[in-house]
């Protein structure tokens, strides 16, 4: 993890994106190209029972081993889990934050009449800024310019459309995985966009906001997919820390990740295709 932060925010984050959605896409890969050759190949075993195998032609002999039938009844309950969460999360979030679209626009900001502190980006099709009167009033002129290009470089960027399309792969994802990667895509994000609203103003504006804002909010923010400025305390010195060191964005880097990792994953469905036979 320090060596992976050390390469930049953009960089963690696309290896998180890689680690949820790669395996998913490689696994289906693979089980379609064995479905395939239990079709088209040659029926190559002389006893089907002999041997654990992929497809299409031999039955339901799998269903009748224990084993399979559980592991089969325990991903399904997994997955179906996950995504009723998911799916109560979002309605949670929609109608919370519909009462908050009434406050009117200010310089592009829905600025809301509350005593408590908050600055958060939420909406997935519309994504747009909600800050309170409380926070106006606790932030410097500077600090609040840079507590909203932050928030505005979420908007721009699309990262909570983003951040749910994560969500989605993480449904298939591998138990005690999910809750790690989520957790560190949503740190890295957050650097990133500190780094842009350092860039649109200034790295101690933003960071004198971080702190202010840690400070004064007291309580949870509305629930749902939202991006908060405010970070909890164990990482507010590490936000700090990585903007004011101006460590790289790694935005190059995650780029070449992404193309490394295209170009193994079209070798392996290369591979499985040609090992298609031995493989079923």
């Not at 592009?108 to 908050?118: A, I, T, W």
């Not at 509305?222 to 790289?248: K, N």
């Not at 994953?265 to 090992?275: D, E, M, N, R, W």
Request: hydrophobic share 55%; charged share 20%; with cysteine.
């Amino acid at each position: 993890a320090p060596r992976l932060r050390r390469r930049g925010p953009a960089t963690e984050r696309r290896l998180v994106e890689l680690a949820a959605v790669v395996p998913v896409i490689l696994a289906g890969a693979v089980v379609l190209v064995l479905l395939i050759e239990s079709l088209v190949g040659l029926d190559h075993c002389d006893n089907h029972g002999d041997h654990a195998h992929l497809c299409l032609r031999h039955g339901l002999a799998w269903a009748e081993r224990p084993w399979a039938l559980a592991l089969l009844f325990g991903a399904g309950l997994l997955v179906l889990t996950r995504g009723a969460a998911l799916m109560t999360t979002l309605l949670r979030g929609w109608h919370a934050v519909a009462r908050l679209r009434a406050a009117l626009p200010a310089s592009g900001v829905h600025l809301v009449e509350s005593p408590r502190v908050f600055c958060f980006v939420a909406g997935l099709r519309h994504p747009a800024v909600y800050a309170s009167t409380a926070a106006r009033a606790a932030l410097a002129d500077d600090e609040w310019a840079a507590m909203l290009a932050h928030e505005r470089g979420h908007v721009t960027e699309r990262d909570l459309g983003r951040r749910l399309r994560l969500e989605l792969a993480l449904l298939l994802a591998a138990p005690g995985l999910a809750g790690s990667l989520r957790a560190r895509w949503d740190a890295a994000t957050e650097r990133l966009r500190d780094v842009d609203a350092a860039a649109a103003t200034s790295a101690d504006a933003v960071a004198r906001a971080l702190v202010r804002m840690a400070r004064a909010q007291r309580g949870p923010v509305p629930v749902g997919m939202i991006a908060a400025f405010a970070p909890p305390p164990p990482l507010l010195a590490e936000r700090v820390h990585a903007m004011l060191d101006e460590a790289p964005t790694g935005v190059a880097s995650a780029r070449r990740l992404a193309r490394q990792v295209g170009l193994a994953g079209l070798v392996v469905v290369g591979l499985t295709i040609s090992f298609a036979g031995p493989l079923h």
